[in-house]
């Protein structure tokens, strides 16, 4: 480019250079969030699940055997080649824990990137949201797909969902059981799920099995669970994130939870103003791994699957990831 631009004239390398800088500085989530479909490329994620994208993404098709996908009006449900075989092989699995089938939440746009609304992460094709309502005996039509509402699994005080107790009626063996199931996998990394439940499935299994620790307490999440699998085999331009610090069942951990994260809210002094919150970030292109700008630029992978054929014969992938190498807790949760 700094070659390019000093064999061309002055007079033609300023506007090619503010052009670059307009596009570069654009909020991504409007580039992405225009793409109706994957990029005909290779299957590969560049960036991290919460600042990257997603080349040669699936669709998960809208219905299978033991799936339905919702509100897909948002066109989220395309993801890396390896989530959309997990979540096929998790509605099967399921089935044996007495899990009656999916409702598919969002997974990632076309190509991955920030999102017009919602999550901060789902941008690299690696995350999906699983609904803690199992599938009805029927097929939803697309209007209920858009409507109807998932089931909270909180315990409700004076009317209102509260963050401090779960509802032990509505959170079944079948609920801990698949996420138990989807935990199990090799190539899961996280279950980000609200804290009661964690709670929950650390009492049930007190000799802390090792899927136990991949399920992580995090805000919200009690009307889904949320899966998200590492960086696939041979995507050496994916960010990995650090390693599950520790099992989560301890008390200075719920203490944190319950007593500071949804503990009683601290009132403002009198006189005091709250400080003001502070705007959300905007990702530009410029801030996402050079290869986006492929990502978005690549031609389209047109006919998508309408149904699925059946749930694909699930392989665990044989690499592994390489070592972590930036800073985050728990990641981008949302
Ligand atoms: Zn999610």
Redo the contacts with the bound molecule.
């Keep these: 480019m700094v070659q390019f631009k000093i064999l061309i004239s002055g007079a033609l390398a300023v506007p090619l250079a503010l052009t670059s800088v307009a596009y570069g500085a654009t909020p991504a989530k409007n580039l992405f969030g225009a793409k109706r479909d994957g990029a005909k490329m290779t299957p590969a994620v560049y960036g991290s699940y919460a600042k990257g994208c997603v080349a040669g993404a699936e669709k998960l098709a809208d219905n299978g055997p033991n799936w339905q996908a919702m509100r897909l009006s948002r066109n989220r449900h395309w993801a890396h080649p390896e989530l959309i075989s997990l979540v096929e092989q998790l509605s099967v699995d399921g089935k044996k824990v007495g899990w009656n089938g999916l409702l598919v939440g969002?997974l990632t746009q076309p190509r991955g990137g920030p999102m017009t609304s919602g999550?901060a992460?789902?941008q690299a094709g690696l995350?999906a949201?699983v609904w803690l309502t199992p599938m009805p005996n029927r097929r939803l039509s697309n209007k209920e797909r858009e409507n109807i509402s998932a089931t909270s699994m909180l315990a409700s005080r004076n009317g209102k969902l509260t963050n401090q107790k779960l509802d032990k009626k509505r959170f079944t063996s079948a609920h801990a059981g698949i996420i138990r199931t989807a935990a199990r996998y090799r190539n899961v990394e996280r279950i980000?799920v609200h804290p009661t439940i964690k709670q929950e499935l650390c009492r049930q299994n007190p000799d802390r099995p090792a899927w136990l620790k991949k399920v992580r307490a995090q805000f919200g999440h009690h009307y889904h669970f949320?899966i998200r699998i590492g960086c696939p085999a041979g995507s050496t331009g994916c960010k990995p994130q650090r390693r599950v610090p520790s099992m989560g069942c301890d008390k200075a951990t719920m203490d944190y939870w319950f007593k500071v994260a949804y503990g009683p809210r601290r009132k403002p002094k009198p006189g005091v103003k709250p400080k003001p919150r502070k705007p959300k970030r905007q990702i530009t292109l410029a801030q996402l791994p050079r290869q986006c700008r492929a990502v978005l630029a690549a031609p389209g992978t047109a006919g998508t699957p309408a149904v699925a054929a059946g749930a694909v014969a699930y392989q665990q992938p044989t690499g592994r990831i390489a070592t972590p190498s930036f800073r985050a807790i728990e990641g981008v949760?949302?």
Aim: no cysteine.
């Design positions: 969002d999550h992460s789902h995350d949201d980000f949320h949760a949302q």
